[in-house]
């Protein structure tokens, strides 16, 4: 975090020492305070103690490091597709998913004072999110590394008229003005997150819909996808995602990013499993967890 600007270096120190106290609570995330990712950790778990982490593989060395019982990881967004790296960060971390939470994309935009707003400062994405409402009152989008830091920029710099765009919590944290709230241009923007821990965790009887995801790689011969996913068709199980994806730079061997309805115990699943494990060189269940929304 040290390249964040001072107030968040601040709370990160500080957020990280509360966390050491009590792992069994912590929550790793990525992004400076006041982050989307933060949000979440609040919305899964609210007496979680939230832990910063710079980077994706900070968080999940959080985890593995035993500083943080779980870590919240974005997954995929729909407006932009997967967040890139982690189909390859969740093999290799050797955690498990034990939950899953959705949280819905709010902008603001965010000043120190009430200075008519030139120059809004954030991350790409959120800028493009937000270019119809920036246009349309002539403000200059500039580009920042992450929301929330932008807003700590924002009050460290104490610039009248720049502004921020960032989570709602960011104007808590760093003592902004919100200026105008909900400003994205379409009121569909969604995250996954993933809740990851170093034990599998199997969902309880009775606890409603589960989901299940897994890794796997076809053989390189023809019709190598279609017979590995028949299985599932002729079991009748729900396979809500399918995304490929290359290891390495041979473009030899495709890998697939799998969810499916349902867990290992149930019927069908194990008998598709079974299917697709005579079918690819490799198979890996990551997690079975409940739906946080129906699928169906």
């Known amino acids: 975090m040290e390249n964040y600007p001072a107030p968040a270096?601040?709370?990160?120190?500080?957020?990280?020492?509360?966390?050491?106290?009590d792992p069994?609570?912590?929550?790793?995330y990525q992004g400076a305070p006041g982050a989307n990712s933060h949000l979440a950790a609040l919305g899964y778990a609210p007496d979680c103690v939230p832990l910063p982490c710079f980077a994706f593989?900070?968080?999940?060395?959080?985890v593995r490091s035993g500083q943080a019982a779980r870590a919240i990881i974005p997954i995929e967004n729909s407006l932009h597709g997967r967040v890139a790296d982690m189909h390859f960060l969740l093999p290799e971390s050797g955690l498990s998913i034990i939950d899953e939470y959705?949280?819905?994309?709010?902008?603001?935009?965010?000043?120190?004072?009430?200075?008519?707003v030139k120059n809004a400062i954030s991350h790409p994405q959120a800028l493009g999110q937000c270019r119809h409402y920036l246009r349309e009152r002539g403000i200059q989008p500039v580009s920042y590394a992450d929301t929330a830091g932008a807003a700590a920029l924002v009050a460290e710099a104490g610039v009248p008229g720049d502004g921020a765009?960032?989570?709602?919590?960011?104007?808590?944290i760093y003592?902004?003005?919100l200026v105008a709230e909900n400003i994205e241009d379409s009121d569909d923007n969604m995250t996954r997150f993933l809740?990851?821990?170093?034990?599998?965790?199997?969902?309880?009887?009775?606890?409603?819909?589960?989901?299940?995801t897994f890794l796997f790689e076809v053989k390189n011969v023809p019709a190598a996808l279609y017979k590995a996913m028949g299985g599932f068709a002729t079991n009748g199980v729900n396979m809500t995602k399918l995304e490929s994806?290359?290891?390495?730079?041979s473009f030899a061997a495709t890998e697939f990013y799998c969810d499916i309805e349902g867990m290992p115990g149930d019927a069908g699943v194990d008998r598709a499993l079974a299917e697709l494990e005579f079918h690819t060189k490799s198979v890996r269940v990551l997690g079975s967890y409940r739906q946080a929304r129906p699928r169906t």
């Open 9 to 21: 270096r601040l709370l990160v120190a500080d957020m990280a020492r509360r966390a050491a106290a």
């Open 24 to 28: 069994a609570r912590a929550v790793a």
């Open 57 to 62: 593989e900070d968080a999940i060395d959080a």
């Open 102 to 116: 959705f949280l819905r994309i709010r902008h603001c935009l965010m000043a120190i004072d009430s200075t008519p």
């Open 165 to 172: 765009i960032a989570p709602y919590l960011a104007a808590d």
């Open 175 to 177: 003592g902004l003005r």
């Open 195 to 212: 809740v990851l821990a170093k034990e599998p965790l199997t969902p309880a009887a009775g606890a409603g819909p589960v989901m299940t």
């Open 245 to 249: 994806y290359q290891r390495g730079a």
